[in-house]
């Protein structure tokens, strides 16, 4: 039951993690833009430098899929050992490979899509 | 004999286990039917009744369009009918359909008797209906909605929208996307929790993983859409100014709400047509889906991006440049997750042996129309490109092949694969060529020439256009293709008249079907299966593997039983090892009776009659406690310590599925509560003045009472719900003071409200300080109510577990309520901007 519940945590992990750090990324980068343009337009600036405010922030939220990333490798290295074994094994190391293989890809995709948030205001940053 | 031990024999005498998965029968009784299959073929007839409504307003407004100048329907009629046709297709029909077949099919597929909670999918079903009807019911009131399906303000709002239309229309959504994510829970739990032993994530039917993402798809979708729908109706009922720029809000507000919801409602729509289509394109091209994994996380890319693409249907509302750079980055990001769904399905036939079966054909048929809207779809998502074709017969091309091609061809797909399954007749194959000729035709040279109408200056939402366009040739030809496509759906439809009444016998497995839902009887018995299958591999006829015996065994104990109630066994998230037995509830009225009350209410609310909205209130408190007296006395199983098949049915925590299902509701809770502060903070960015001088916020002490009543609340019921052993009287004494708590922290929302009444008329600012406090005012209604649950079980005595879960879930919602406050009083007391 254990076991269970931490196998439960780290697919968990490694097929939602990098999607949630995405969205994070993706929703405070909107917020700090719109609301920033927004405020400088109307008088009200917040001194905030967001070109480097937005870089670091997706800077800091890359971890997330580079560490679920790293984590479905290793669900994916572990897997084929267990394959050769029978009954529950089999069952188990059919999962950890399915959740390697997709929680690798999810991770790479998805920490292209966090990159793209970060370096998007250093090429394009107006209010206009 | 009954395989359960210490259960009294049912009162006919002896324990019959067809017996008590038999469906009352005749129209009246049948009304109370709960089980899956009644209910999903429910969804999906009136999803397809409703089907063609929309298409008959299609036709006329393709008529009207015809020619240039035409006069066939004026102005008003014609906006009538684009509203209707909208609203229809989106929410009446695909969601609904999709829904409907997933309630159907996935317990079958999954290995399960019925959904984890029956009566809730029959209250699911009718809200729906009551929506629908509700919302067609302004025909007869002569006050048809008009402002399009997307509702923007201020054309909905009370000045341009003066008559009642529009309250048909917020009501009547409110109904179906309540219904829309009662059956969204449903699913998510029983993917999750009820698949057959055996059948670990890495085994599940692909379909199934489609149903599971759109699931939480549409628990993150339609709760804003529920938010928005309310506080425009709090505009229009109350004199509110969420959306009033003069008074500090903002139209835009409704955009992003809107479209919060609306763009990931495409991929609710298209993620389960994509899980239809795997299954399809497998077992007719007789080979197992070629990348599996990569489809799965597709899937997962789909839904995840697709909450974050809503913008990009707001490039013409002036925002900053950067903040649409993040969404056409995103926008064009979600073509990989497509291609490689689309590489999976050409591989798969590439390698197969296909059969050009009439499913077939409409795979093929999607797989080419889709990839046609996809790339228009990656058109539109570059700025420059949309601000030109914005509001153009180009968009309503582009979301048709999306829509069409995309959802109905699957659909299609669907009903041909697997309604001989559940009518037990096979369809014929000559109409059904047919069928498909017309549709696909018809449907190209409907959609196709919009292309190059909009291009050349076509409008959308306008009633006619002008001769010197030179666009009348184009509109002609899709006329007569839109009567080519209805031609297709009419030959459809009554070659399934005439198949399910003399079709030839469909017998077991038709297809030589790779899923669990082809080794059953067509159409499946009342309980699917009398033995619990047990899986071993993704595709269990194909590979009917064995890998732990011990699994076997605890499966045979559910062999015809029992006998006494109806019962499923439940499983691991990960390994879908064999936990507890569910027991399921039988068919009853109640669940009809808050769906009677709620519409009844929204109909009075419409018709500004308020005493008869009270009474449809009351109406829905009547039916809530009926439906939670029955549940409760129906216990007599767990309250006996029975086992079926060795496995518990008085469970707690997360092994219980009424755990997952509250938890299911708090996010849905969650999800609202994030939307209304999200909106302020929106609105409090937007505003020039925020809050209005003189700020009318109470006093401090007030919500800081308030929040100090719901901590107290959650943390006696979290105590209480971790007691392993407690007895019945500290119990009742801790779920008294946890009333009590409960009770202040409602006394004190109205004191909140009392010290200084908020104006909704005067600023945004009073509206959304009231919406807050009638949101936590809900909250903690729900939070009382699960506590009272907890206290009359607690007073009656009986299964230990199912009081441990009863104050759990109360937990849950004390817990969010007291999150939720501490939240919304640092938006509302805490002033960010100035």
């Known amino acids: 039951m254990r076991r269970e519940r931490r196998d439960a945590l780290t697919i968990a992990f490694v097929l939602l993690g990098p999607a949630a750090a995405w969205l994070v990324a993706l929703g405070a980068s909107y917020a700090v833009a719109d609301a920033s343009c927004t405020l400088r337009q109307s008088g009200r600036g917040v001194g905030l430098n967001v070109p480097v405010t937005i870089l670091a922030l997706n800077a800091v939220l890359a971890v997330v899929p580079v560490a679920a990333g790293w984590v479905a490798f290793r669900l994916r290295q572990r897997s084929p050992r267990g394959r050769r074994a029978g009954g529950g094994t089999r069952a188990r190391a059919e999962l950890a490979r399915f959740a390697g293989v997709s929680g690798i890809g999810l991770a790479v995709i998805f920490l292209l899509g966090v990159v793209l948030l970060a370096v998007n205001p250093l090429v394009f940053w107006n209010c206009q | 004999m009954s395989l359960t031990q210490g259960v009294p024999d049912t009162a006919a005498g002896q324990p019959d286990f067809d017996g008590v998965w038999r469906n009352p029968r005749g129209i009246w009784r049948s009304l109370s039917v709960v089980s899956h299959k009644p209910v999903g073929s429910r969804f999906m007839i009136t999803a397809g009744l409703f089907f063609l409504v929309g298409g008959i307003e299609a036709l006329l407004m393709r008529v009207q369009l015809a020619r240039p100048e035409n006069r066939f329907l004026d102005a008003q009629t014609y906006n009538d009918l684009f509203t209707m046709h909208g609203t229809t297709m989106m929410f009446l029909f695909v969601v609904p359909f999709i829904e409907g077949l997933a309630t159907y099919l996935l317990p079958v597929q999954l290995g399960a008797r019925d959904q984890p909670f029956p009566r809730f999918n029959a209250f699911n079903y009718w809200c729906y209906l009551f929506g629908g009807v509700l919302l067609y019911s302004s025909f007869a009131a002569a006050a048809v909605p008009d402002a399009g399906w997307f509702a923007y303000v201020p054309l909905s709002s009370n000045p341009y ?27 998510l739990v029983l993917t999750l929790r009820m698949r057959a032993p055996g059948m670990s994530l890495a085994r599940m039917p692909v379909f199934a993983w489609a149903m599971l993402t759109a699931s939480g798809l549409i628990v993150l979708a339609f709760t804003p859409l529920l938010v928005a729908t309310s506080m425009l109706e709090f505009d229009r009922l109350l004199g509110a100014t969420f959306f009033v720029a003069e008074h500090g809000g903002s139209p835009l507000l409704w955009q992003h709400l809107f479209w919060i919801f609306g763009h990931p409602e495409v991929y609710i729509m298209f993620l389960p047509a994509a899980g239809i289509v795997s299954q399809v394109v ?5 080979q197992r889906l070629i990348g599996y994994p990569f489809v799965v996380l597709a899937f997962v890319l789909t839904a995840v991006i697709s909450l974050g693409l809503w913008v990009h249907h707001m490039f013409t ?39 050009f079966t009439v499913a077939m054909m409409f795979v093929v048929g999607f797989i080419v129309t889709f990839v046609a809207g996809g790339i228009t779809g990656v058109m539109v998502a570059s700025v420059p490109f949309d601000q030109q074709v914005h509001d153009t017969f180009f968009v309503v091309a582009h979301f048709h092949y999306v829509l069409i091609g995309g959802v109905v061809f699957p659909l299609f797909a669907a009903l041909y694969h697997w309604l001989p399954k559940m009518i037990g007749r096979r369809l014929h194959q000559r109409p059904g060529v047919v069928v498909f000729a017309l549709v696909f035709v018809g449907f190209h040279l409907t959609f196709f020439p919009m292309h190059l109408a909009g291009m050349w200056g076509m409008v959308r939402r306008v009633y006619t256009y002008d001769p010197d366009l030179g666009i009348g040739g184009l509109n002609l030809v899709a006329t007569v293709g839109a009567f080519l496509l209805a031609a297709g759906v009419l030959v459809f439809v009554i070659d399934l008249v005439v198949a399910w009444r003399r079709g030839a016998p469909a017998g077991r497995d038709p297809w030589a079907g790779d899923g669990l839902e082809w080794g059953v009887p067509s159409p499946p018995p009342s309980e699917n299966f009398s033995r619990i299958p047990v899986v071993g591999s993704r595709y269990p006829l194909w590979q009917p593997e064995r890998d732990r015996p011990d699994r076997d065994e605890r499966a045979r104990g559910f062999d015809r039983a029992p006998a006494d109630f109806r019962a499923s066994p439940t499983t691991s998230i990960l390994l879908a090892e064999p936990e507890a037995a569910v027991h399921l509830p039988t068919p009853t009225f109640w669940p009809l009776v808050p769906a009677l009350g709620l519409a009844g209410t929204a109909a009075a609310l419409i018709a500004q009659a308020y005493p008869v909205a009270v009474a449809g209130l009351v109406v829905v408190a009547v039916g809530v406690v009926g439906w939670l007296r029955r549940n409760e006395a129906e216990r007599w199983p767990e309250r006996s310590g029975v086992r079926v098949g060795g496995l518990p049915l008085d469970v707690h925590g997360t092994r219980a599925i009424g755990w997952w299902g509250a938890m299911a509701t708090i996010a849905v809770l ?14 409090q960015v937007n505003a020039t003045v925020w809050p209005p001088a003189p700020a009318q916020r109470p006093a401090a002490a007030l919500p800081a009472g308030l929040l100090a009543a719901l901590v107290l609340a959650a943390a006696g019921a979290l105590w209480l719900g971790t007691r392993a052993q407690i007895r019945r009287r500290t119990a009742l004494a801790v779920l008294a003071v946890l009333a009590a708590a409960g009770l202040a922290a409602g006394a004190l929302t109205v004191g909140t409200y009392a010290a200084a009444p908020p104006a909704p008329s005067r600023h945004a600012y009073d509206s959304m300080v009231l919406l807050v406090l009638v949101f936590q005012a809900a909250l903690v209604i729900v939070a009382l109510v699960a506590t009272g649950l907890a206290f009359l079980r607690a007073a009656a005595g009986g299964p230990p577990g199912r009081l441990r879960l009863l104050v759990q879930v109360a937990a849950g919602y004390w817990a969010l309520t007291a999150a939720w406050w501490a939240l919304a009083s640092g938006s509302l007391y805490v002033v960010l901007v100035g």
């Not at chain 2, 529009?166 to 059956?183: H, K, T």
């Not at chain 2, 993040?326 to 399905?345: D, E, R």
């Open chain 2, 670 to 683: 969650a999800t609202a509560g994030g939307t209304i502060l999200a909106s302020y903070h929106f609105l």
């Open chain 2, 282 to 286: 497998q077992v007719h091209a007789r």
């Open chain 2, 161 to 187: 929208s003066p008559g009642p239309g529009m309250d048909f229309w917020l009501w009547g959504l409110a109904l179906v996307e309540l219904s829309g994510i009662g059956a969204a829970v449903e699913i």
């Open chain 2, 317 to 355: 509302t002036g925002l900053p440049p950067l903040t649409m750079s993040f969404f056409t980055a995103a926008s064009m990001t979600i073509a990989i997750a497509s291609g490689i769904q689309v590489l999976a399905w050409v591989a798969t036939i590439w390698l197969g042996r296909p059969r």
